[in-house]
């Protein structure tokens, strides 16, 4: 069976919980889940416990990636109500500032008008600065960016309205980027249904199918800039639990899922090359990684087992789907680090990813 290579994948937005939540996820099992799902590179979010929001947070989180991560990897710094000028000294050492505009899980949610304008001011425009931002935030987002002169990256975007709007704002010639996630591309509120309702909680939430729709146009139409998992790892207990946090796991059947969209979805793999490889590392100025490459079986099938997962995260809202190709194996910077379904990265052989200077 010929086998179709790729360049590492690039994940820009991954949640791994250490510190804090090391039952969910630490650096070592989510950057192994990263190598099974064909990711050589992660951007790990900041909504950690304490979040990284200082420099003591970024030391330590650096020291513990450093020690424990099998693939390469950059962190982001969380903007808060009150660091707008503190944090933008961590600049030269994160790949972006991370803002919260709604509700979301951890405790980063900005809702200060004048704080997220300051982030805005404040962090250099020479590095990406990010936003979880729905509805009306979207465009408030990207006014706020535009002021400042600067890019802004519009985080897992879901609804058509979004798009729309991102897509005037491109048009206009702004600086603006942005991802969506795997889950809002093949499932609906309709597929919810079908998950109890603490495993279908996500933020953004699951949306309909005009919305599913837009995305899909968005994403051929190249509106859509990465596709990114937005890998956030809860324990099913927790999902079963009386307050589910919202988040599914994701970096493990992210690649064949897209693999296995029946067409018209199926994106070519040039266009999957363009969304999970080239356009991140254009965006967050990562280093090329040579002798870097993911083999994928394209033929074979395999159903989606949480149970099997190297992510501490060991369920899927894609449970019992059949996909057809799977990551046969990972090279990561000359070294075999996943094949046949064995990690073979040892922990701290993940580098922290050279960025360009601020
Ligand atoms: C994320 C998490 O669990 O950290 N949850 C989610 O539903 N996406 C937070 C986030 O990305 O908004
Ligand atoms: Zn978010
Ligand atoms: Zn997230
Ligand atoms: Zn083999």
């Known amino acids: 069976m010929s086998r179709l290579r790729f360049p590492g994948l690039i994940d820009a937005h991954v949640h791994l919980r250490d510190p804090g939540a090391t039952h969910k996820e630490d650096w070592s099992s ?19 416990q304490p979040p990284l929001t200082d420099n003591t947070s ?17 962190v982001y710094a969380g903007g808060t109500e009150l660091n ?14 991370k803002l919260y505009l709604n509700e979301t899980y951890g405790q980063l949610r900005i809702e200060d008008l004048g704080a997220l304008h300051a982030h805005m001011q404040a962090w250099p425009a020479t590095r990406p600065l990010l936003c979880h931002a729905e509805g009306h935030n979207v465009p408030a987002a990207i006014l706020l960016a535009m002021l400042a002169k ?13 798009i729309a709007v991102i897509r005037a704002a491109k048009a206009r010639g702004l600086a603006v980027t942005c991802e969506v996630t795997p889950h809002h591309l093949l499932l609906t509120q309709a597929d919810a249904a079908a998950l109890s309702p603490g495993r279908a909680e996500v933020r953004p939430a ?30 099913p207990a927790e999902k079963d639990g009386p ?14 899922l897209l693999l296995s969209a ?34 994928v079986d394209p033929q074979q099938k395999w159903e989606v087992r949480g149970a099997d997962f190297l992510s501490r995260s060991k369920w899927s809202p894609f449970e019992g789907w059949q996909l057809t190709g799977r990551v046969h194996s990972v090279c990561l910077r000359g070294q075999l ?8 990265a040892k922990p701290g052989s993940g580098r922290l990813a050279a960025l360009p200077p601020v």
Do not use: K
């Not at 989510?30 to 950690?48: I, R």
């Not at 707008?84 to 500032?97: F, I, R």
């Not at 307050?243 to 064949?256: I, K, N, S, V, Y």
């Open 206 to 235: 699951l949306n309909n199918a005009a919305d599913q729709a837009a995305l899909w146009e968005a994403v051929q139409s190249g509106v859509v800039d990465c596709i990114a998992t937005d890998h956030a790892p809860h324990l």
């Open 337 to 344: 680090a996943f094949a046949d379904g064995q990690l073979l």
């Open 243 to 256: 307050q589910p946090p919202p988040g599914f796991p994701g970096l493990e059947t992210a690649l064949a």
């Open 30 to 48: 989510g950057t192994a889940a990263a190598l099974a799902g064909g990711f050589t590179c992660v951007l790990a979010m900041p909504n950690t």
């Open 84 to 97: 707008a000028a503190a944090v933008a000294a961590l600049a030269p050492h994160t790949a972006g500032l």
């Open 150 to 162: 600067r890019s802004v990256h519009i985080c897992h975007v879901s609804r058509a309205a979004e």
């Open 262 to 295: 029946p067409t018209p979805r199926r994106l070519s793999q040039a266009q999957l090359v363009a969304l999970l490889h080239t356009n991140p590392a254009r965006i967050f100025g990562l280093p090329a990684q040579p002798d870097t490459w993911v083999e």
């Open 58 to 74: 970024l030391q330590t989180t650096l020291a513990t990636a450093a020690a424990n991560a099998h693939c390469d990897y950059g």
